[in-house]
């Protein structure tokens, strides 16, 4: 047995951010026994980001048990005139001396131009805690935030997808995505796409959905998914003992 790191969003798009702006992520052990959190730190990449607040040292270190998480975060330095990102490394170790380590990556774009600039919100889809037999979806808007004209600023979506192809994450409708007339700056024409989390096992379950297009910036955008499946719903009798039928 050994403890195993991961990281909630595996990346963190700032987009357009502001100096300052700040975006927490979850650190989770999906291993079998207790990760022994001791280091975290910028280890690629661009200065425009650090990570805020207390953090893991060798003399202080976070401790989590299977199935565990903790809140951390990263805040954009700001001061960039073209495209930036940092890679963050958290190491770790367990009661059998293995080490194990998790990265996370951070990106922000210059002010706004005058090609495609496609913003997607959430960022990421957080699922959170989800029963066997329930069915959770999460919306998440597309929108263009170009100065260009109709023609110069248009986003046209050339595919999205599920990198793995897991069928507990089906996707809903997307025929408006890829419509010739694309997204174009200004608000009018900005649409969306559902997600659905329909789990079929324990434990937690990652994906990505990645959105292809013509961004001045990033024309291939992964968008995080996570869900921490529980286990089926028991149904509960009137004398709040025996199962229901």
Not at 114 to 142: A, H, K, R
């Amino acid at each position: 047995p050994s403890c195993e790191l991961g990281t909630f969003p595996g990346s963190i798009v700032f987009g357009q951010a502001a100096t300052g702006a700040t975006h927490s992520f979850r650190l989770f052990n999906t291993g079998e026994i207790a990760c022994r959190v001791y280091d975290a730190q910028r280890t690629s990449g661009a200065a425009n980001f650090e990570l805020a607040g207390v953090l893991p040292t060798q003399e202080v270190p976070m401790v989590l048990q299977p199935g565990e998480h903790a809140e951390l975060t990263v805040q954009f330095v700001g001061g960039v005139t073209s495209y930036v990102e940092s890679m963050f490394t958290l190491y770790a170790d367990d009661s059998y001396g293995t080490e194990v380590s998790t990265e996370l990556l951070a990106t922000a774009n210059p002010p706004v131009g005058d090609g495609c600039v496609l913003d997607v919100q959430p960022s990421y889809g957080d699922f959170g805690d989800v029963n066997i037999g329930d069915i959770q979806n999460i919306g998440f808007n597309l929108s263009n935030l170009s100065e260009g004209d109709f023609f110069s600023g248009r986003c046209n979506i050339n595919d999205i997808f599920l990198v793995s192809g897991n069928q507990e994450y089906p996707l809903g409708d997307m025929s408006e995505l890829t419509s010739f007339l694309g997204i174009p700056p200004g608000g009018m024409m900005d649409t969306s796409v559902n997600v659905f989390f329909e789990p079929l096992s324990e434990g937690i379950k990652l994906e990505t959905l990645r959105i292809v297009s013509n961004d001045m910036y990033q024309p291939t955008l992964d968008i995080p998914l996570y869900g921490n499946v529980m286990g089926s719903r028991l149904c509960v009798g009137v004398d709040g003992v025996t199962p229901a039928t």
